[in-house]
């Protein structure tokens, strides 16, 4: 199998450079790595990935850098394509730690490829921030070399169920009378998203009567549809990454298929609004970030600033898996510029104690690596648009129901 490499900078020079033994610095250049999806099933979300951690390093790099040591660095990455496939992903980090020497990785995309990854980093004793790997197990294990900061997968699509059971109240209804349907991919990611929603609706008495783990790839859920046809839920849940959206909005459009509530994962990665636009209408999206929240920083100012230059540069709207990447090397930089150092483990210790203000969201790690700063999102498609609906606390727009066409 031939090695599919893209990079920054060229093999050559990575090889001929000479660098302190304790950190992949090369003159006045800080070498990331990270293993990435360029092909398989995960190329769309890998690419807003990488976009994300690019964005990052131009703009700092603009800036001035990174200061370690009263010296600015600039930032470059090393990239390497896992082909959407955890071993791979596995074989490439300890390719880019023991082959390329690099002393600090971004994470892949996925939660099955970062939870292949994380005891490599741990192995070596390297430090990873990943911006794409929300499962639970990767807090569970005593990690302490992954840093994560997104919200865990477990969160996802709770809210859905909490907002079914005020509208089931608000209806005159009590919440146990909600019907729940779940369709999620049999992977690490929508396995914890699936536990997190089964979670929620024990608590409110609620019935599960679909409970789906479908194979990977999701390219037919015909079956799993027709069961949701004839018990007719009052909420489905669908976790299967992009494809997975793309796959359920088309066959519930095919097979005329309507739910009061639709709540789903990877809706803008999918772009489901626009190709899907009258069956995306009404839909509810897990975001772990939104353009029109409040959050900003020095160094690309508000999300919405962060939504505008990253559409003038790529051509659209910054997805969140885009955002989160970006923050990720946000998180790497300002390390190192407190950790004052390149030796891996205080770089380490400078990372568990990160405290700060993003375009993305506020960024605090307990002691799992795990953000707990930062709440998840709930969107709905209203006209083509993404308006945050939940938690309604915090929401700026109405939740809309029932979903069009019921």
């Not at 660098?19 to 360029?38: H, N, Q, R, W, Y």
């Not at 930062?374 to 993404?386: E, F, R, T």
Request: proline share 5%.
């Amino acid at each position: 199998m031939s090695l599919k490499y893209w990079t920054a900078v060229s093999a050559a020079a990575l090889a001929a450079a000479t660098a302190p033994a304790d950190a992949k610095v090369v003159g006045d250049t800080i070498i990331l790595g990270a293993a990435l999806s360029a092909t398989g099933v995960y190329t769309t979300d890998g690419g807003h990935t990488k976009k994300g951690y690019d964005f990052a390093v131009e703009r700092i790099n603009e800036k001035g850098g990174v200061k370690v040591g009263g010296k600015s660095y600039k930032l470059q990455i090393v990239y390497y394509d896992d082909e959407s496939t955890p071993a791979r992903g596995a074989q490439l980090a300890e390719r880019l730690i023991q082959q390329d020497g690099i002393k600090f990785l971004l994470g892949p995309y996925s939660s099955g490829l970062t939870t292949a990854i994380a005891p490599v980093v741990e192995k070596y004793k390297i430090p990873m921030v990943e911006g794409n790997g929300a499962a639970r197990e990767l807090f569970t294990k005593g990690y302490r070399y992954t840093f994560a900061v997104l919200t865990s997968a477990d969160q996802y699509l709770a809210e859905s169920v909490n907002l079914a059971a005020d509208i089931a109240k608000k209806n005159g209804r009590a919440p146990s009378s909600v019907k729940v349907a779940i369709d999620v991919e049999n992977d690490p990611f929508s396995l914890d998203v699936r536990l997190g929603v089964v979670e929620t609706a024990k608590k409110h008495g609620m019935q599960v009567l679909i409970d789906d783990r479908l194979p990977p790839e999701l390219n037919d859920m015909t079956a799993t549809l027709t069961k949701v046809r004839a018990v007719k839920p009052d909420l489905l849940i669908v976790s299967g990454h992009a494809k997975g959206a793309a796959t359920a909005m088309r066959q519930l459009g095919e097979m005329k298929i309507n739910v009061p509530m639709l709540a789903m994962t990877h809706c803008d990665s999918a772009a489901i609004e626009q190709k899907f636009p009258k069956e995306a209408e009404g839909t509810l999206c897990a975001s772990q970030w939104e353009a029109a929240m409040s959050y900003k920083d020095n160094l690309f100012g508000s999300a919405s600033d962060y939504a505008r230059d990253f559409k003038a540069k790529y051509g659209y709207e910054p997805p969140y898996q885009a955002a989160e990447s970006t923050a990720s090397v946000m998180v790497f930089a300002d390390a190192f510029q407190r950790g004052g150092s390149f030796e891996p483990e205080k770089v380490r210790d400078a990372l568990a104690v990160t405290d700060m203000p993003t375009f993305y969201g506020p960024i605090k790690f307990d002691e799992t690596g795990k953000n707990v700063a930062k709440p998840m999102v709930l969107l709905q498609v209203q006209k083509a648009k993404y308006v945050p609906v939940a938690p309604t606390a915090y929401a700026s727009g109405l939740f809309e129901y029932p979903k069009p066409g019921m």
